[in-house]
């Protein structure tokens, strides 16, 4: 497998596909400017830039060198801090972060120069809600941000005055890689025909659709999978479409790649996809493995449950069709035979008279874990609860639908009464745990209050209810 | 007397003192050039450490197994607590913190032994394997586990003037509480980490990420049983440090050194980050008790205040610390008849250690508490109850209760020129106006003061030194003790070497801070950076400049006063030539061009047994208006707008202070808000990464964030061309945004009723606070 490595094409043993970017880079390129803060993507100080063609060209993404295996770089561009200067002569993301003194110890810098630099490329746009999206993965503990915001605004609105790049030759050297599928440790097929013929090969290998909490085994267990096989580059996996029917989304697309999609029929979504970890994983980060994951404090599972989505397995080429929430049965336990992937998330299109909300609770608004995600969506005829799906991430041992919780909603008058007893009946369907990020007694409490949210944001003049769409 | 200031002139040689100056590694650090402990190419056979950890908080080690370490992949060496040759306390003021454990476990986390590896995953894999059986002990992990069993690592210590217990029965009003303060972790970005390298002689150059050099080599001469001179310790930069790094660095240098010295190869120990997290010590949790009396206009006549300070297992720094919060029971107030004490408690977690502030934010946060309170019990706003109780020059309330007169009174304006600038009362109003209308969302607002005292309160540590070298091309090498953690210390050293040699700041390159160039250093904390080096940096110039001053006048025959150093220029009467001419002249001449400097801080002292004396050179003064929206139906909320005005005295570096400033608040704001630490029943630390522990992201950053210098105030002490410190006392303007969330919590019940709201503010602690008030109001 090749990758080009600022703009040296560099072939891959097998051996270093398996190893981290970070490792590579530090461990196997003495290539120091990239830093390890946390070694779990929770941090930013290792970002680095993956560049790679579209139809628009180029595509500058930012990712966690740390939780990245080397191999998902085949065919792609590896951006590091050290490429971007020409002598004394700084790009102009670093002149900014040098003009607004974005800098103090320095050691977090190399990163946001790295996530200002994929969303310098990318022509971002230069408004404080972007400039947040872009950096909200990058943690500085001593400057407070507030000249790294400036910074970032500068050098993105010199951007849009400035002309547009010639890529040509990049995209040449792109093209001209051999991506290969790997061998080893590490194994790219790029069709689901070679997936299931590797799956077979390699039974005991791991599936990496992303890896944002795979590679946390690697750097926090110290286990380093025997083999891996990436979804990555697997073509069905990777695509997303809609029809009629359904929104369909490949398994292995990435966050970034399907929120446009998603907003289309919910745009509700939207607070939500933006605070799913950071821009770095959401640029990693897939549905399916957030699925496949089975964590009960995935955010995106309670969503997918209250939208009743289905999923589409696949083993050996034989593939059923089963409803998510048949599909997580105990912690981490999933319907999953051995050899079984999950190829497509079928989402129902928009009902035009559904209203729906999705709201997180975490002790941090960017990039943190849920203490209790609530997915709510309602029907209403003739002010009674017609239809209702009601569902909560870290509340039990699985995400989960509350059925107490919406019956007691179903065909009742949409009012205060009934919102009491709904509230009430969510103490049925969760006994959840203590633990470092919220109390039970909060969790149960917070998550009644979710609900009683979302009756009033449903209401025709709703009150000033929620602080982040109040300054 | 008040002196007259040297003013700082403005049209001085470039980045000279006073003027806006980016850090000097500015370009390194965008770059990715700026190399940390961890980047610096290792010699060839450089071998990598590893520690194992204590599965137990208390406990005796029944059994020690490690054959599985030793015979691990890799593993070149194993050593435990009698590998040690020399110490094996390395307890930096009093003993209590073993380099490894020997028999028994004081803490989750300890380290029980090294293991030594080809590579750093072998090294990190085979300490796993260990095979330890323990024998627990009884285990106090909370402070109230810890005052119940009366167990403390120091005697407590009790600051008292005149009968508190008296003026509190005889006041129109008294009031008691309580406050739960958590502490926090440092979460540099760079890790703990060393590099030891072996020497010729049998010494050790160790390359640390550590806030104290002559500490790391007096512990590493110590552990290794060699004399200091065979040790130096180098640091060029930390990737932060906040204090984590002042006692907390030597451990793993110790412990690298030791391997290095056994193997005869460079040794690298770097601490992956939960593992660094749970093995180091943090800002301490406090639980804080108050009585206070107060007459009807809510002065404050008396007030009693037990401040208990979770040490951990060991002393560490902690006696100062705990007096740094018994010295900042008061901030800005004075307190009348005071009785202030403060506890040392001990439990089986990690030994806490220094954190920015330095006690001082917990002693601060306690009596913003009270004031709070006093507001609610008189009905009066929280604003006019601090203008009311500052010191002030006039009326006899100018001393603190540990006998301290206050020189210079800042607060008073500080606070006024927020209150104007930012529109308190219009906003107070507004923010009444739309409580009165919503029923989810509240607001909250609060003007903080901020009164800190500037000096180590552990005397001698009060002096530093520095080396200037000028070369014959009329550069110059600047070295001192302090350290650069990213506060900006070199440049602002660099500026006013600058400034006292009148060259560009160019000239002057900034070198690491090394043992074997400036001895017996004391640690870059307390604030004390730039007023301690940038003296004795001064003071080499001066040498500097006094020599070829003579020189100067000696050679073209004038008188020495004829002589004056300008713009990179020097004349001597009628003569004009340029300080590199002079410099080669001055060579030729045999005129030495090297100077050490030096400096003790004048005027201070404490006497413990009468628990008073002036522990401080000056105070640094500041205040902070935070406004908050709180969501009451989840307890989430966001930080509207801050305004900060802040005195620095004369302002050596207006663009590092700013950045201090603003970094610090975000800091401090982050302690009382979101950063959780969660010790388990087993006494192991859960929040021990940051995917748990929540430090600020960027979206904590208020929209509206502004952040003014005072004016025209320069320091009335004769401190660095009149500068003040403003490394700590901006953290804890954070407290306004914790004093703003009671605020708004307490419109729950029309500011009647006192919200419990413990620190940090978390959504849930909101949440519960929210919850208390509305059903306590429900009752009345």
């Known amino acids: ?471 | 007397m008040r002196r007259l200031p040297e003013t700082l002139e403005t049209t001085g040689p470039t980045g000279a003192a006073g003027q806006h100056q980016r850090h000097d590694s500015a370009y390194r650090h965008v770059s990715g050039a700026a190399l940390y402990v961890d980047d610096i190419p290792c010699p060839a056979g450089t071998k990598h450490a590893y520690v194992g950890l204590s599965q137990h908080a208390h406990a005796n080690i029944s059994k020690l197994d490690l054959s599985a370490v030793r015979t691990a992949s890799g593993v070149t060496d194993v050593i435990t607590a009698q590998d040690v040759p020399g110490h094996l306390d390395i307890g930096p003021v009093f003993p209590g913190d073993p380099l490894m454990a020997s028999d028994q476990v004081d803490f989750f986390g300890q380290v029980v032994f090294a293991v030594l590896a080809n590579t750093y995953d072998q090294a990190r894999h085979a300490a796993r394997l260990a095979n330890i059986q323990y024998a627990p002990l009884s285990a106090d992990i909370t402070i109230e586990q810890g005052l119940d069993s009366k167990s403390f690592v120091r005697p407590s210590h009790r600051q008292q003037r005149g009968d508190a217990q008296e003026a509190i029965k005889a006041s129109a009003l008294s009031i008691q509480g309580e406050l739960q303060i958590g502490g926090q972790e440092q979460m540099y970005l760079e890790g703990q980490v060393s590099l030891a390298i072996p020497q010729e002689d049998g010494g050790m150059l160790v390359h640390s990420s550590s806030q104290h050099p002559s500490e790391t080599q007096k512990l590493v001469a110590e552990v290794l049983d060699i004399p200091m001179h065979l040790v130096t310790v180098e640091v060029r930069r930390m990737g932060g440090a906040f204090g984590g790094k002042e006692t907390n660095a030597n451990q793993w240098a110790c412990i690298a050194a030791l391997l290095a010295a056994r193997s005869g190869t460079p040794v690298k120990l770097r601490l992956a980050r939960a593992d660094d997290i749970t093995a180091t010590g943090k800002r301490h949790p406090f639980k804080n008790d108050y009585q206070v009396g107060v007459n009807d206009a809510g002065v404050i006549q008396g007030i009693a205040m037990s401040l208990s300070g979770n040490c951990g297992m060991s002393p560490d720094l902690s006696d100062a610390i705990v007096d740094r919060a018994m010295f900042h029971a008061d901030n800005a107030y004075y307190l009348g008849h005071a009785d202030i004490s403060g506890h040392r408690v001990k439990t089986n977690t990690v030994s806490h250690t220094a954190f920015r502030g330095f006690g001082g934010p917990q002693g601060m946060l306690a009596i913003e508490h009270v004031i709070e309170d006093i507001a609610i019990a008189t009905g009066l706003d929280p604003l006019t109850v601090r203008k009311r109780n500052f010191y002030s020059g006039e009326g006899g309330r100018d001393t603190t209760h540990y006998g301290q007169q206050i020189e210079q009174h800042l607060i008073a304006q500080i606070v006024e020129r927020l209150e104007h600038s930012a529109d308190y009362w219009p906003r107070r109003e507004s923010i009444k106006t739309f409580n009165a209308q919503n029923n989810v969302l509240r607001k909250g607002l609060a003007l903080t003061p901020v009164k800190f005292g500037i000096s180590f309160t552990v005397t001698h540590l009060n002096q530093a030194g520095a080396l200037l070298h000028v070369y014959t091309d009329g550069s110059i090498q600047l070295n001192h003790g302090g350290t650069e953690m990213g506060q900006g210390l070199y440049i602002k050293v660099a500026q006013i070497v600058a400034q006292e040699l009148q060259v560009d700041l160019e000239r002057i390159a900034i070198t690491a801070t090394r043992t074997d160039k400036v001895p017996n250093t004391s640690p870059t904390a307390a604030s004390s950076g730039s007023d301690l080096n940038g003296m004795a940096a001064r003071d080499a110039a001066r040498t500097i400049r006094e020599r070829l001053t003579l020189f100067a006048a000696s050679h073209f025959n004038v008188d020495a006063d004829q002589v004056s150093f300008a713009d990179n220029q020097v004349r001597a009467g009628d003569n004009k030539l340029s300080f590199a001419e002079l410099a080669q002249l001055a060579y030729l001449n045999r005129v030495q061009l090297s100077a050490t400097g030096y400096y003790a801080t004048p005027k201070i002292h404490y006497d413990r047994e009468k628990a008073s004396g002036r522990p401080f050179f000056y105070y640094a003064y500041g205040a902070a208006l935070s406004e908050v929206t709180v969501d009451t139906l989840t307890g989430e909320y966001v930080l509207n707008r801050v305004d900060i005005c802040q005195d620095v005295g004369q302002s050596l570096n207006p663009a590092i202070d700013i950045g201090q400033i603003e970094g610090g608040f975000i800091q401090g704001m982050g302690w009382l808000t979101t950063e959780e630490l969660v010790w388990g029943a087993d006494g192991r630390l859960q929040t021990n990464n940051p995917a748990s522990y929540k430090i600020p992201a960027i979206g904590d950053t208020p929209p509206v964030f502004n952040v003014e210098l005072l004016p025209d105030s320069p320091n009335t002490e004769a401190t660095i061309f009149h500068s003040k410190a403003v490394g700590e006392p901006p953290l804890m303007l954070g407290i306004s945004v914790w004093c703003a969330l009671r605020d708004a919590v307490a419109s729950l019940a029309e500011h009647r009723i006192r919200p419990r709201l413990n620190a940090p503010a978390t959504a849930e602690q909101v949440f519960m606070a929210c919850e208390a008030i509305r059903e306590e109001a429900q009752q009345a």
């Open chain 1, 1 to 471: 497998m090749q990758f080009l490595f600022g703009q040296i094409p560099t072939t891959l043993s097998g051996d270093d596909a398996s190893l981290s970017v970070l490792d590579f880079l530090r461990e196997r390129q003495g290539r120091c400017g990239t830093k390890e803060g946390c070694a779990s993507g929770d941090c930013g100080a290792c970002t680095v830039v993956v560049a790679e063609t579209d139809d628009a060209g180029l595509s500058y993404r930012a990712i966690n060198a740390c939780i990245t295996p080397t191999g998902e770089l085949a065919g792609k561009q590896l951006i590091t801090v050290e490429e971007l200067a020409n002598g004394e002569d700084y790009h102009p993301v670093q002149q900014a972060l040098v003009d607004f003194h974005g800098s103090q110890c320095g050691f977090c810098t190399p990163g946001f120069v790295m996530s200002l630099y994929a969303a310098y490329q990318n022509a971002e746009a230069p408004d404080r809600d972007n400039i947040l999206r872009t950096l909200g993965g990058n943690l500085c503990r001593c400057t407070g941000y507030r000249p790294i915001i400036d910074a970032a605004e500068a050098a993105l609105t010199e951007r849009q005055a400035a002309p547009q790049q010639d890529d040509a030759e990049t995209i040449d050297q792109l093209a001209q890689l051999e991506s290969g599928t790997g061998s080893g440790r590490y194994h790219a097929p790029t069709s689901i025909a070679e997936l299931n013929d590797a799956i077979k090969a390699h039974p005991k290998a791991r599936l990496i659709a992303g890896g944002t909490d795979l590679w946390l085994e690697v750097t926090q267990l110290l286990k380093r999978p025997e083999r891996l096989i990436s979804l990555n580059r697997v073509e069905e996996l990777t695509g997303h479409h809609s029809d009629g029917n359904a929104l369909h989304i490949g398994a292995a697309a990435t966050y970034e790649q399907v929120t446009p999609l998603l907003l289309a029929d919910y745009p509700e979504m939207q607070e939500l996809l933006l605070r799913l970890g950071s821009l770095q994983i959401r640029n990693r980060g897939t549905l399916g493995g957030n699925i496949a994951n089975a964590s009960p404090i995935g955010d995106m599972p309670p969503a997918l449950l209250a939208l009743d989505a289905q999923l589409v397995l696949n083993r050996q080429g034989q593939t059923r069709h089963v409803p998510l929430e048949t599909f997580f049965q105990d912690y981490r336990k999933t319907i999953l035979q051995p050899g079984e992937f999950i190829q497509t998330i079928l989402i129902p299109r928009r009902q035009p008279e559904e209203q729906i909300a999705f709201y997180k609770i975490s002790k941090r608004l960017e990039d943190d874990i849920s203490a209790s995600c609530g997915a709510f969506r309602i029907r209403i005829e003739d002010d009674q609860v017609a239809d209702v799906r009601v569902a909560f991430g870290g509340m039990a041992a699985i995400p989960a639908r509350a059925l107490h919780c919406e019956e007691a909603l179903r065909g009742q008058a949409w009012n205060e009464a009934t919102l009491k007893t709904a509230m009430a009946a969510l103490a049925e369907d969760f006994q959840p745990i203590d633990d470092f990020r919220a109390s039970a007694d909060y969790r149960g409490k917070v998550s009644a209050n979710l609900l009683k949210r979302f009756y009033l944001n449903c209401q025709p003049k709703p009150d000033l209810i929620r602080v982040s769409s109040h300054a």
